[in-house]
């Protein structure tokens, strides 16, 4: 056994290691109660703070919070204290005859010191929603939030040390040092929320205790439209999904595959869809957010000044604040294909246009990069929809829809390959922080033990027999 003794978080980890059991053996009823706790302080004590640090770190409007950071943690808390109960039981499974005089279930335990390091876009939402998972399934937690949302993290230690005692759930503030330190220790179970490049760093880390990983990432998610698709209701849709948060949410369209035969049409409903929500001047907009630190600002601004170089058009702004860390919202088209804009995730309010001659050369140019986390698809057809679902694979999808896959408790969500590994959100995320543990009980004499040693004739008839009846 390694000493980690020079660690700094060797003292609290200690502890949750050894009060894991206490809290593993907590029953329903004694779950629900901490998780009323959590719910109570985001929803009616701190509720107020939360907006206003949430609009010091990302200018975010406090629509865009109660929906997408409280509702969206309070929508989990509920869904998971309505189901918890049929979860935590054990799960009976149907055992083969050739196994008479058994029965089997699955039992679902904690899996037992958790770590969870979350990212700054949406800071609430991607540290509870997690620790309701966590919770719910039995687990102590060691939560590291963004230091690029400084406000958010220093509010979401006072609730956890309001909430819980540091044995159960605690919070440690820090930089990548901080995640350095955290992630040599020997935790059982460790959920990232974050960028692919640092989704590896976690994974080499934890395969040193082989922990086992939920790595919730990101990439460039396509909204591929046909000419099928009714284009004002999906420019409408784009336009909301692209610029919410200032693009920086993880399933973001990142782009748009569109046929060149309906290009002009999409983007003069792109225009109307945006003035619509933030007039003539997004700047001045209460609808509208500004870009986390001057770090990423500079970061799209490469992006823009790339994208000008190479002399693609912008259809729509563009224009930027260097002292605001304001980026208007910018649609671009015709960019060559070494654009850096379609080469990384983007993350900001700037969506690059890609036309399509057919649908094969589509699928063929979604297929020819990493695996995204979100696929979009605007069509009318069936036979086109059936089509790119079939012959493209994503951590998730919506249908004449962005986004709002993601509200949904009852599906999984996450990525696949580079967008990421295993599944959150209600029952996916209470498995993903559970062991299912096999369990098989003998209540009678078993058939099996008649095929042990000596071996003789007789038996091996019999084996044959069960290999082919059973
Ligand atoms: P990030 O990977 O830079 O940082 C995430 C967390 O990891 C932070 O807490 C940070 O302190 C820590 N970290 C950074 N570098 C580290 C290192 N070298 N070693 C250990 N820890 C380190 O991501 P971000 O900039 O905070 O968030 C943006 C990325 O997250 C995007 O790629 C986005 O798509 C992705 N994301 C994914 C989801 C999802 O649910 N799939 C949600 C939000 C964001």
């Not at 399933?251 to 619509?276: G, H, M, N, R």
């Not at 500004?290 to 970061?299: A, C, G, M, N, Y």
């Not at 490469?302 to 910018?330: C, M, Q, W």
Request: with cysteine.
């Amino acid at each position: 056994m390694n000493d980690f003794s020079n660690n700094p978080y060797s003292e609290l980890f200690s502890k949750q290691n050894n009060n894991q059991y206490v809290i593993g053996n907590r029953t329903y009823k004694e779950r629900l109660k901490t998780l009323n706790k959590l719910q109570h302080a985001i929803e009616v004590t701190y509720r107020t703070q939360i907006q206003d640090a949430l609009q010091k770190d990302l200018g975010k409007p406090v629509v865009e919070t109660e929906l997408t950071e409280i509702y969206a943690i309070i929508g989990d808390i509920k869904h998971t204290k309505k189901h918890l109960h049929r979860w935590m039981r054990k799960q009976k499974v149907e055992t083969p005859v050739s196994m008479l005089g058994s029965g089997s279930y699955i039992k679902y335990q904690p899996k037992g010191v958790c770590l969870i390091i979350s990212p700054w876009n949406f800071p609430f939402n991607l540290t509870f929603g997690p620790l309701v998972s966590a919770i719910a399934a039995g687990n102590t937690a060691i939560i590291k939030p963004s230091e690029m949302t400084p406000n958010s993290s220093a509010l979401m230690s006072e609730i956890i040390t309001a909430v819980f005692n540091d044995d159960e759930v605690a919070l440690v503030q820090g930089e990548v040092a901080v995640s350095t330190e955290l992630l040599k220790l020997p935790f059982n179970h460790i959920f990232f929320t974050g960028s692919p490049k640092v989704g590896k760093i976690v994974m080499k880390a934890a395969s040193q205790h082989l922990a086992s990983v939920t790595l919730e990432l990101g990439g460039k998610s396509p909204t591929l439209i046909d000419k099928t698709a009714n284009i004002d209701n999906a420019a409408k849709k784009i336009m909301w999904a692209k610029f919410l948060n200032c693009g920086q949410i993880c399933v973001s369209p990142d782009y748009v595959l569109i046929d060149e035969s309906i290009k002009v049409a999409f983007i003069a409903s792109c225009k109307k869809w945006l003035q619509t929500f933030y007039n003539d001047s997004p700047k001045t907009s209460d609808s509208y957010g500004r870009i986390v630190t001057d770090k990423h600002f500079e970061r799209l601004s490469e992006h823009l000044d790339n994208a000008k170089a190479l002399h693609a058009t912008f259809e729509v702004g563009g224009d930027t604040d260097r002292a605001s860390k304001y980026i208007e919202p910018a649609i671009i088209s015709n960019l060559q294909p070494e654009a850096t804009l379609l080469e990384d995730e983007i993350f900001g309010p700037i969506l690059p246009i890609v036309t399509y001659k057919s649908l094969d050369m589509a699928i063929a140019y979604v297929n020819s990069k990493p695996r995204p986390l979100a696929l979009y698809i605007y069509s009318k057809s069936k036979t086109n929809t059936k089509k790119i679902l079939n012959n493209t694979r994503a951590g998730g999808t919506c249908i004449n829809n962005s986004v709002l896959h993601y509200a949904n408790h009852n599906l999984p969500f996450g990525g696949v390959n580079n967008s990421g590994i295993g599944k959150s959100h209600g029952f996916f995320g209470f498995q993903g922080f559970s062991n299912q543990r096999a369990v098989m009980k003998q209540y009678t004499f078993g058939v099996t033990e008649l095929l042990f040693p000596p071996y003789s004739s007789f038996k091996e008839t019999l084996a044959r027999l069960t290999i082919k009846w059973f």
